[in-house]
């Protein structure tokens, strides 16, 4: 019957904001095609949410990521992750942006082996450039949870190779 008008600039928006949303994804999920899902999930929330969104205090994307970042938390305490075992294996999907270079794959495979609370954290902090009182403020919990969570994530991808400590860490 009738149709709501589209929301004015969402469309510029995700015209130009998509692939870095869906690069946010992959980190945050580990994984490519999961990442374009929670991209979908941040905006389908922005565009139920644009009226809010679109004013001169809104802040789309920090939005996006924040529903993201929930939502891939939210994911991983669930037990079923919709696998369905098959007797065939299903064809190999084609390389996606982290099979473009070693380190890439590296990072990505480092990722994947850290608990999604502090995989968020890293993401958010490093690839995104946000501040620990952002972090804190998108993930809900204090500005020390961030520190603690920075440094375990650190350790650990320390311990498996991944980084070295610099010349400042150990003097």
Known sequence: M?????????????????????????LLAGDGRLGEDLAQEGLIAAYRSWH?????????????????????MRARRRRWRDEVPTGELPEAS???????????????????????????VLVLRFWADASETEVAQ???????????????????????????ESSKETS
């Not at 009738?2 to 994804?25: C, D, K, Q, T």
């Not at 500005?143 to 311990?159: D, Q």
Request: cysteine-free.
């Open 94 to 120: 084609p390389r996606g942006f982290a099979d473009q270079s070693d380190l890439s794959v590296q990072v990505l495979a480092g990722l994947r082996r850290l608990p999604v609370d502090q995989r968020a």
């Open 2 to 26: 009738f149709r709501r008008a589209e929301p004015v600039g969402y469309e510029e928006f995700v015209a130009s904001r998509y692939r870095e949303i869906v690069r946010f994804g992959a």
């Open 52 to 72: 809010r969104l679109s004013g001169p205090d809104g802040r789309p994307e920090a939005y996006v990521r924040r529903v993201m970042v929930r939502t891939a």
């Open 138 to 164: 998108t993930l809900g919990v204090a500005v020390g949870t961030v520190k603690s969570r920075t440094s375990r994530a650190l350790a650990a991808l320390r311990a498996s190779g991944l980084l070295v």
